[in-house]
């Protein structure tokens, strides 16, 4: 029984509101689990996906916080 954890960043949304649309959660639970299915031949039944959608103040790169370590990269010259 595979489980496929899924986590995106709630940017650009309210508190409370998804950051992606349900067709698109849909989208990705397909995508997923036929995946799952052509490369390592596991049912579509016996496949779950799980999506979690993670407030951007919860959320770290690069040993910093998301919108400071984006501060930074932006600062840099290119």
């Given amino acids: 029984m595979p489980i496929v954890n899924i986590k995106v960043t709630r940017e ?3 508190p409370g509101r998804s950051a992606i649309t349900a067709e698109e ?3 990705l ?3 997923a689990s036929q995946l799952l299915l052509e490369v390592l031949h596991k049912s579509l039944e016996s496949t779950f996906v ?3 959608e993670v407030e951007l ?4 790169w690069g040993g910093l916080p998301v919108p400071e370590y984006r501060k930074r990269l932006q600062a840099k010259p290119k």
Avoid: L, P, T
């Fill in 25 to 27: 959660k849909a989208a």
């Fill in 50 to 52: 799980v999506i979690e």
């Fill in 12 to 14: 650009g949304s309210g």
């Fill in 57 to 60: 103040e919860n959320w770290g």
């Fill in 29 to 31: 639970i397909k995508g």
